[in-house]
C-alpha cells in the first residue's frame, strides 16, 4: 500500500478507503490509486481485511447443487449469484452428484474458508453436524429437498402434487397405458413425483402396472435406452418423465421410431428447446429462477441475524402445454 501510495501521490488511508470502496474518495484520486495498483500488480489481502472486521463476514456464501451443468441447478446458480452481485457476495459454487460424502468434503472445505453461509440441495439424510456449525456462526438454507427434521430454512416444490396434475393432464386427454420413467427413488424428489404418478393413475380408476416404470434414470442416455426398451415391450399411448434429462432421453427415443405424435409426453421440470421441437414438450415446469431468489434472501436474512424458527418455502409449478401432451387420443 506504501508502494501505491507514492506512485499515485496520495496518502496511504486514501489507498485504503479506494479499496475498501470508499464513495467519498475523490474520482480522480481514486482513478489514480486504482491506476497505481494495477501498474504494480497490487491485490488486497481480503482474508486478513476481514478477520479485522468486527463482523467477521467474508462476503462470501457456498451454494452446493446436484449438477451445476443441469439446466434447473443452472437457473438456480445463476439466480443466486445475480442476487448476491448486488449485494457485494460473492458466491462460490459445486456439484455434489447426489454423494454424501461429497457433499459434507464440500461443506467442510467451504466453512473452513470462513464461508458466511450455505445453500445446499440435499445429497445425505443426516444433518445432525449442521446444528454446531449453526452454532458456531454459519447460515444455511435448503433447496429443493428439505432436512428432516427442519434444521433450517427449506425452499421446495411440491413435487407429488404437482407430478399428479401432470399425469392427470395425460389421462384428460384420453391415455390409459401411462409409463413412468425417473430418478433414483432413494431421491425424495424422486420418490415424492412416483408417488404423484400412481396417485393420479388411482384417481382415474387405474391400475399402477409397475413393468411400465423404470427408475434409476439419471442421464438423458439411459433415459433413451429404457424408453426404447418400453416402446419395444409395452403397448403405450403416454409418458410421464420425472426429471429434465430424462425428458430429453424419452423424446429422442419417440422422434427415433417416429412415434412423437403417436405416444404423449409430459415431463417434470422444462428442458432447453422444449417450444422448437414438433410438437413441443408439455411440462410441468418447476421455477428455478425463483427458487434461487428466494433461497438467497432467506440466507441473507439469517446472516443478517434472523433467528426466528426455521420453515418450508413452497414455490409453485404450472403446467406448460406445448403439444406432446395434448395429442389428439381416442380413449381404448
Not at 37 to 58: F, H, V
Not at 257 to 267: F, K, T, Y
Not at 293 to 305: C, S
Request: net charge neutral; hydrophobic share 40%.
Amino acid at each position: 500500500m506504501r508502494d501505491v501510495a507514492a506512485l499515485a501521490g496520495v496518502s496511504i488511508k486514501t489507498v485504503s478507503r479506494v479499496i475498501s470502496d470508499v464513495p467519498t474518495v475523490a474520482p480522480d484520486l481514486a482513478a489514480r490509486v486504482r491506476d497505481a495498483a494495477d501498474k504494480l500488480g497490487y491485490r488486497p489481502n481480503l482474508t486478513a481485511s476481514n478477520l479485522r472486521r468486527g463482523d467477521r463476514r467474508t462476503n462470501t456464501v457456498g451454494l452446493l447443487l446436484e449438477d451445476v451443468s443441469n439446466p434447473f441447478s443452472s437457473s438456480v446458480l445463476r439466480a443466486v449469484e445475480d442476487y448476491f452481485r448486488t449485494r457485494g457476495v460473492l458466491v462460490l459454487a459445486g456439484s455434489l452428484d447426489e454423494d454424501p460424502d461429497r457433499e459434507r468434503e464440500l461443506a467442510r472445505t467451504l466453512i473452513n474458508r470462513r464461508v458466511d453461509g450455505l445453500i445446499i440441495m440435499p445429497a445425505a439424510r443426516d444433518y445432525r453436524w449442521v446444528v454446531a456449525e449453526q452454532q458456531a456462526g454459519t447460515s444455511f438454507v435448503f433447496i429443493d429437498r428439505q432436512s428432516i427434521p427442519l434444521l433450517a430454512d427449506a425452499v421446495v416444490t411440491d413435487n407429488r402434487s404437482s407430478a399428479r396434475a401432470a399425469v392427470e393432464h395425460l389421462l384428460k386427454t384420453g391415455c390409459r397405458r401411462v409409463a413412468y420413467l425417473g430418478d433414483e427413488l432413494s431421491i425424495p424428489t424422486a420418490y415424492d413425483r412416483f408417488l404423484g404418478f400412481q396417485d393420479a393413475l388411482a384417481a382415474g380408476g387405474l391400475h399402477a402396472d409397475q413393468e411400465l416404470a423404470r427408475h434409476g434414470l439419471r442421464t438423458a442416455e439411459q433415459a433413451r435406452a429404457a424408453t426404447a426398451d418400453l416402446l419395444a415391450q409395452h403397448r403405450l399411448d403416454g409418458l410421464f418423465t420425472s426429471q429434465n434429462l430424462v425428458t430429453i432421453g424419452a423424446v429422442e427415443a419417440l422422434h427415433k421410431g417416429r412415434l412423437q405424435r403417436d405416444i404423449a409426453l409430459v415431463g417434470f421440470d422444462d428442458v432447453p428447446l422444449g417450444t422448437v421441437l414438433e410438437p413441443g414438450i408439455t411440462v410441468m415446469a418447476q421455477d428455478p429462477a425463483q427458487i434461487g431468489r428466494l433461497a438467497a434472501q432467506r440466507l441473507l436474512d439469517r446472516m443478517n441475524g434472523d433467528e426466528s424458527p426455521p420453515s418450508v418455502h413452497t414455490v409453485p409449478t404450472r403446467l406448460i402445454r406445448r403439444g406432446s401432451g395434448e395429442l389428439d387420443l381416442a380413449v381404448p
